[in-house]
């Protein structure tokens, strides 16, 4: 995400909640672009799912898909590649949180929308 995170274990969460909130509004911004086009809601949620991983997880997960596949033979080419990760120590567990933060996300936009709306076709019924 490129953001100034903390270092270890609070960054990681730092960043999973921000790939919450990510999730949440990325949900918010389908749910309402799906009732004006008649779609389902399951429309919403993949796309929401999608949007928000690529979002919230997606640098840091090219990164980290990007360091397996190099050639990392030379001291140089490692080092100038690590330099250019925040925390590379904990990047594997923050594209995990990130991932799992906008999923999360969605989920939960999911169920705050889809118990609003449930109200609603309840009380008119």
């Known amino acids: 995400m490129n953001l100034p995170l903390h270092f270890g274990l609070l960054g990681t ?9 990510v999730g949440l509004l990325v949900y918010a911004l389908w749910h309402r672009l799906c009732r004006a086009l008649g779609w ?17 997880a997606g640098i840091d997960a090219w990164k980290l898909f990007y360091m397996g596949m190099m050639r990392l033979e030379s001291p140089l080419y490692a080092r100038l590649f690590l ?9 594997g567990s923050r594209v995990v949180l990130e991932v799992a933060g906008a999923l999360g996300g969605v989920a939960l936009g999911w169920m705050i929308f889809s118990s609003r709306s449930g109200e609603k076709n309840a009380s008119e019924g």
Request: aromatic share 2%.
């Open 13 to 21: 969460l730092e960043a999973g909640l921000i790939a919450l909130l």
């Open 40 to 56: 389902t809601a399951g429309h919403a949620i993949g796309w929401a799912c999608v949007i928000a991983v690529v979002v919230s």
């Open 83 to 91: 330099a250019g990760i925040h925390d590379p120590n904990e990047l």
